[in-house]
Structures are given as structure tokens and as C-alpha cells.
């Protein structure tokens, strides 16, 4: 049982909240009350962005002190929308969310997994017809060992899982965010994720 706090209680933040308090973990949600991520991220052992990417940078640096030591899992990317509200481009282009969250918390460890997905995927990949992949991409190998171990408490198979490397290899799996407009107005809204075929 792990201490979680999760930044952001939309669908991605509550679905996720409930699936790790369903594997037994303690679980807290911070919606946007004044001084609720600060708490949240307080007294967690590992804090989860599931903030809009685009003002994630900001709400996040603001918890530095709260976040030392921690580790910090971004699932989110940082898109500007288009007209129809969905990702049309990146706001860090030639760079991605996770490395500037590194850069502006040098005492956090980040990891960035699970942002090549729809939200449902994250927490019943085996739905899928085909085996799906969650990324890792972060500078400690143990911190990205203790989110290995939350993904299979999520669902994901160890064989789903492949690490990327460090930090900088995030903006690779966030500019699969591009592909999700696309593959929508193509299919529609039907849970997909990207997957390495072997």
C-alpha cells in the first residue's frame, strides 16, 4: 500500500484514482480548492499530474517544496487545442512537459508514463483487442521501478511495459498526442493506445 496523491479530478484523475484505490492503495484526489494540491501533495509518497498539460508547468512548479523527494508520474501532455478542442499542437515543441516539470523540480523524480492512450485505456488495458504499451521515460531507475509495480497494480502486464530511457526520450511519446485528433475523427471516440508490435 502506497500513499497517492492525485492533481486533478477530471476523467483521467478519477479514473485513475479509483483503480489505484481499488489495488489498496491510499489514495487522495486534489480538486482546485486553494491549498488542495499542496495538501494532497503534502503528505504522498508519489504524486500523479493528471492536470491539463498546458498550465501543468505552472501549478506544478508552485509545489516544489511539497514535491522534494517525491516521485512525480506525468500522464498528461501539453497540447494547444484546435477549434474542435482537440490536441492540434504541442506547447513545448523540441521539448516535452516531463523535461521542463524535471528541470523546474531537480529534487522530484519525474516519470512520465501512460500519455499514449485514451483515459480508459490506463486502467483496463486487457480490454483491448491488441496488447497496448505504457512508456517510461525518467532519470531514476528506481522511481520508474515503483511505477512499473502501480502499472501492474493498474492492470498492465510486465511484457506491456517498456522503459524508454531517460527524461528527454518524453518528448517522443508525447508528440504521439498528434496522432489522437486524427485517429478520432477517423474511428471516433473508442478507446485506443499506441503499441510497439514485436
Given at each position: 500500500m502506497t500513499t497517492i496523491a492525485v492533481l486533478g479530478n477530471g476523467r483521467v484523475g478519477g479514473?485513475?484514482?479509483t483503480a489505484?484505490?481499488?489495488a489498496g492503495h491510499e489514495v487522495t484526489v486534489a480538486d482546485r480548492a486553494p491549498g488542495a494540491a499542496a495538501d494532497a501533495a503534502r503528505t504522498a509518497r508519489i504524486?500523479?499530474?493528471a492536470t491539463p498539460g498546458d498550465g501543468s508547468l505552472d501549478r506544478l512548479a508552485a509545489l516544489r517544496e511539497e514535491l522534494?523527494?517525491?516521485?512525480l508520474?506525468?500522464?498528461s501532455n501539453a497540447t494547444v487545442d484546435g477549434p474542435d478542442g482537440l490536441p492540434a499542437?504541442?506547447?513545448y515543441p523540441g521539448s516535452s512537459l516531463a523535461e521542463q516539470l524535471q528541470e523546474a523540480l531537480p529534487e522530484t523524480h519525474v516519470v512520465k508514463t501512460l500519455n499514449t492512450m485514451l483515459f480508459p485505456v490506463m486502467t483496463a488495458p486487457a480490454a483491448l483487442t491488441q496488447s497496448p504499451t505504457a512508456f517510461l521515460s525518467g532519470e531514476d531507475p528506481l522511481a520508474k521501478q515503483t511505477v512499473r509495480e502501480l502499472l501492474v497494480d493498474l492492470g498492465w502486464n510486465k511484457d506491456w511495459i517498456t522503459d524508454l530511457g531517460g527524461i528527454r526520450t518524453a518528448r517522443a511519446t508525447e508528440a504521439a498526442i498528434?496522432?489522437?485528433p486524427h485517429v478520432i475523427?477517423?474511428?471516433g471516440f473508442t478507446p485506443f493506445a499506441i503499441s510497439i508490435a514485436r
Open positions: 479514473n485513475l484514482a489505484l484505490t481499488r504524486v500523479i499530474n522534494h523527494g517525491k516521485i508520474v506525468d500522464v499542437d504541442l506547447v498528434l496522432f489522437v475523427r477517423s474511428t
